[in-house]
């Protein structure tokens, strides 16, 4: 890609005032995204990169992957203060594939062999999926590798930046089913916030979820967001007793009141 070869794969600099704070607070994200998570799971994200010694049975084959975490808006505005027209980049996941499938989650995928570094498959995954121009976008920092229990893979959140992400939609219906720019005030928004369990063998545990009037925003790509509002300072207090099964979450996002195309403001 003509961007990597000739720029480098990172350009921190390129961030605008008011997602700065956030690329220089990104290694706080994995403490964050973090702080909900079961103890178990914490064990199997620390554990992931160890080798296991001699004798003992060998791991799983690590699946590396990459999302890209793009953020559009404004070149300028105050540091810290979020503009509001600022948005990110998410996608549906089709429900024929077999991971993840039908969840809304940041474009991205798994690593070719031939990909040199996280940003390059992030963005050679996020044009395959929506179509966007690579010239456009501005990676700033990658966050620290984290691990999905279920898929098994490790996957790098990188983080970026465009003025305009020019025209993106479904370009394989086989890989996703929406392409959205959603407003980043819709997250922030207290009221488009619950949390999220899916039983599983009586084993009950609750994710930050995100309720909008196209998805539902939850696992994974949640609890990731969710690390983003706080770390960069944009959380607002929202209600953390309001649990909901997946199920009952999946119908309140397709409910009447919330099919009009409005997000809410923050």
């Not at 220089?24 to 994200?29: E, G, T």
């Amino acid at each position: 890609m003509r961007w990597e070869r000739e720029r480098g794969p990172l350009v921190p600099d390129a961030a605008p005032p008011w997602l700065k704070g956030l690329v220089d607070n990104v290694h706080h994200i994995p403490r964050a995204y973090r702080r909900r998570l079961p103890a178990e799971v914490v064990a199997a994200i620390m554990e992931s990169d160890t080798h296991t010694p001699g004798g003992a049975p060998a791991a799983p084959p690590r699946r590396d992957a990459a999302v890209l975490v793009l953020f559009s808006g404004p070149p300028d505005g105050a540091p810290g203060e979020l503009p509001h027209d600022a948005d990110l980049l998410l996608t549906v996941r089709a429900s024929t594939l077999r991971h993840h499938a039908g969840q809304a989650a940041f474009p991205g995928g798994a690593a070719d062999d031939t990909d040199p570094d996280p940003v390059f498959t992030a963005v050679r995954e996020a044009n395959e999926e929506t179509g966007i121009d690579p010239g456009r976008l501005q990676p700033l920092a990658t966050m620290e590798k984290m691990l999905i229990p279920p898929s098994g893979f490790h996957v790098v959140p990188v983080l970026a930046y465009t003025p305009d992400p020019g025209p993106v939609g479904v370009v394989d219906p086989a890989e996703a089913a929406l392409v959205s720019r959603v407003p980043v005030r819709a997250f922030v928004n207290p009221e488009n916030r619950i949390m999220v369990y899916r039983d599983r063998q009586t084993h009950r545990f609750a994710w930050p979820a995100f309720v909008l009037n196209e998805m539902l925003v939850w696992g994974f790509t949640g609890q990731v967001i969710s690390a983003l509002l706080e770390v960069a300072g944009w959380a607002k207090p929202w209600n953390t007793d309001d649990v909901r099964e997946l199920d009952e979450a999946m119908a309140l996002a397709g409910s009447p009141h919330r099919s009009t195309g409005r997000y809410g403001d923050a």
